[in-house]
């Protein structure tokens, strides 16, 4: 399996515009996480999912995210408008019920 | 709240020494599961080893082992035979774990920059 894949590995844009950011968990995981990666707040969870249900999103940052996963090999985290405080590392992750979370190797977001 | 403390911020070691990264938590949870995370400069997250709580013995992988005191909530991480490749932020993480099914919300401290020196 080639692991969790992530696009894109570095994102670029300006404040107001829309960004979609992609993941593929590996095959068989049921669930799949997104992470931010900030050094002030360090690794902070947005939101999971269960079987493609999101199960907790108390940790998207306000209206302008949202997250989706349409079918078990595909999700997205959607943030508009963006904002330059959204600049981080955003990271997928999936699971199954042992508990090891896999992660991507991450989008790099910066926002101007 | 369910909380993890990484206390060092920073270490370094000589190439083939031993070390030995901090980790505290705070839970009220019984069953639950400690992991600690590798992120080297690539960025990637990269499990390192993961513990079961009911579990008293401690895990290991290969030069990496940790010293799991459920007691103390304490979750020490050992690396043995310190390599360059070792060098990396080191992240601890938790997770409670319900009968039947995952809370979903894996934890993680702030993280120990460590740096392996020739």
């Known amino acids: 399996d080639a692991g969790v894949i992530q696009s894109p590995r570095h994102e670029v844009t300006e404040m107001g515009q829309e960004v979609t950011l992609r993941c593929k968990p590996i095959?068989?995981?049921?669930?799949l996480f997104w992470y931010r990666q900030t050094m002030m707040r360090g690794l902070e969870l947005l939101i999971y999912?269960?079987?493609?249900?999101?199960?907790?999103d108390s940790g998207m940052p306000e209206d302008r995210f949202s997250a989706k996963m349409p079918n078990a090999s595909f999700s997205t985290l959607k943030i508009q408008p963006s904002e330059p405080r959204d600049s981080a590392v955003y990271f997928c992750?999936?699971?199954?019920?042992?508990?090891?979370?896999?992660f991507g190797s991450g989008t790099q977001l910066s926002v101007l | 709240a369910q909380t993890v403390t990484q206390s060092q911020p920073e270490m370094s070691v000589q190439e083939a020494e031993t070390v030995t990264l901090s980790c505290t938590y705070d839970?009220?949870?019984?069953?639950?599961?400690l992991f600690w995370y590798k992120q080297p400069p690539s960025r990637q997250m990269i499990l390192v080893i993961r513990?079961?709580?009911?579990?008293?013995q401690n895990a290991t992988e290969n030069r990496f082992s940790v010293n799991f005191q459920k007691a103390a909530k304490s979750f020490s991480l050992k690396i043995s035979d310190s390599q360059l490749g070792d060098t990396a932020m080191y992240f601890c993480?938790?997770?409670?774990?319900?009968?039947?099914?995952?809370?979903?919300?894996?934890?993680f401290g702030k993280g120990t920059k460590l740096s392996v020196k020739p």
């Open positions: 992750a999936s699971s199954s019920r042992d508990e090891k979370l896999f």
């Open positions: 095959s068989g995981h049921d669930y």
């Open positions: 999912f269960n079987n493609n249900v999101p199960i907790d």
């Open positions: 839970t009220s949870e019984n069953n639950y599961y």
């Open positions: 513990q079961e709580a009911y579990k008293q």
């Open positions: 993480a938790f997770i409670p774990r319900n009968y039947g099914g995952s809370q979903g919300n894996l934890i």
